[in-house]
Structures are given as structure tokens and as C-alpha cells.
């Protein structure tokens, strides 16, 4: 929805657009205060009389990695000296369920890690790991453990 407004709004102000032409937007975030270039990658040619396939993969494969760290790095440095935020980590449903399970009901890292799903294969420090970051996130003071 979020999305659909913005290119509502977009397209409102832009009345002579055609398609999609969102240069220099964020998908959500809206316009953003540098130009960002698109990836490219420079042509890459396969010699068999020079090296073999799995060498040309190789080198290809190297050099497609250091493209994209670059790329990366040259957006987040622009973003951060534009005064941008990085965006919080995604927190899974269940940290929610841990933090209310430890603030709300009282119980310990140790029996929220024992009693967790199925699927949870960590341990105490794992659950207290993310119920500290989850409450500092949400600014929440957590309750004393004792």
C-alpha cells in the first residue's frame, strides 16, 4: 500500500511520465539525496586456447564479487554522508514472543531457549541475545533478572 501511494503520488507530480521512471527513488523511501549508478559489468569473453572453463569461471565469478562489494560500498558511504539511517535488522516474530515471554510472564532466557519451537536450536545467550536487542530497538527498560 505504502508503495502504491507513493507511485500515485509520483506519477501525480510527474503528469508526462511513461512507465517506470523512478530515477534516483527508493523503492520505499522515496527520493534519494545522490545518484545511484546502475551495476554493470564489463564483457567477458571465453578463450579455450587461453585458459580453460573452470578458470574463466573463476576469474569471472571473482570479478562479479568485487563488483557488487564495490557497488555496495559506494551507495552505503554516499547514503551515510547524505545523513541517511541504515534500517534496523529484521527481527523474527518470534524475539517478539521471547521479549513478552521474559518482561510480561517473568520467565528466564533458559526456559524461553528450553521451551522455544521445534525449530529453535539455540540456547540462552541466543534468546538473551535477542530480547536485549529486540527491547533496545523497541526502547524498552527490561525488567531485572533476579
Known sequence: MALAADTARW?????NAE???FQGQGIFAGP???PIEPLQFGPFYHDPTWRGRRDFKADVLERVVRAID???DKVEADALAAGLKRAPRKTSVDHFVWLARYQVKGESFA???RNSSHKFQGGRQTVRKAVTTLARLLELSLRLST
Open 19 to 21: 512507465g517506470w521512471e
Open 11 to 15: 506519477y501525480a507530480g510527474n503528469p
Open 32 to 34: 534519494f539525496p545522490f
Open 70 to 72: 564495490h557497488c555496495c
Open 111 to 113: 526456559s524461553i531457549a
